[in-house]
């Protein structure tokens, strides 16, 4: 079966950098999204892994390393706007997408 | 029409009684997906349609049924609302089912309480 592990919400300074990290277990794999969510809205794509390694797009950066199972949102220079649920997905050997539960950033001034 | 629309918005709907939730997406995306979202769990696959005529089920399909009769609808329906469906209901469609290319939109959402 599958699993992914998120932390249920982090909290962070205004201009700092935050690490949000997701593990993983599965038996076949085609991908990792992240999506944010601002309450209230629909989730909005991020960022998608397939090979190892770091992909940037400005502030914000996503990192997946497949043999450990494990990946990470790193999000730079946070403003206020930045604070929301930001959601890891796994897709999955029938290439469907297999959620975790989210984690709640909260940006303190 | 620019995305993907969800009507309706909020319901509050009697136990027992039939509810269709609408989806259309007016970017020819071939796949196409209803979740739940319920507080402090994932967002939850219900049905899926991967090209117009067919579909399949999810992680919960039980208590809800889907079409797909052309590539922009996707409705929802439930046959006899539970409490238990009480919930956000996102449709979201994606342009193939794998890869970058499955990079899911969603439309706005629909709040649904059953009473």
């Known amino acids: 079966g599958q699993n992914i592990d998120q932390p249920t919400e982090m909290t962070a300074t205004e201009g700092a950098i935050v690490q949000i990290n997701c593990t993983y277990q599965t038996s076949g794999f085609n991908g990792l999204f992240w999506y944010q969510q601002h309450a209230g809205e629909a989730p909005t794509f991020l960022s998608y892994n397939v090979l190892d390694g770091l992909e940037e797009k400005g502030r914000f950066s996503s990192f997946l390393s497949r043999s450990k199972g494990y990946s990470y949102l790193l999000l730079k220079e946070l403003q206020m706007k930045d604070s929301a649920s930001y959601l890891c997905a796994l897709m999955d050997s029938n290439y469907q997408l297999i959620w975790g539960a989210g984690t709640k950033l909260i940006i303190k001034p | 029409i620019a995305g993907i629309t969800q009507a309706p918005t909020s319901q509050i709907l009697a136990a027992g009684r039939r509810m269709t939730l609408r989806c259309t997406q007016d970017m020819r995306h071939n796949a196409m997906y209803w979740y739940r979202q319920d507080l402090g769990l994932g967002l939850r696959l219900i049905h899926y349609s991967n090209t117009a005529g067919t579909t399949g089920k999810g992680e919960v399909p039980d208590g809800y049924s889907v079409s797909r009769a052309n590539t922009d609808d996707f409705p929802l329906t439930l046959a006899s609302a539970v409490p238990s469906q009480t919930s956000v209901y996102f449709c979201?469609?994606?342009?193939?089912?794998?890869?970058?290319?499955?990079?899911?939109?969603f439309g706005p959402g629909t709040r649904l309480t059953v009473l």
């Open positions: 979201a469609s994606s342009e193939g089912a794998g890869g970058q290319i499955g990079e899911q939109f």
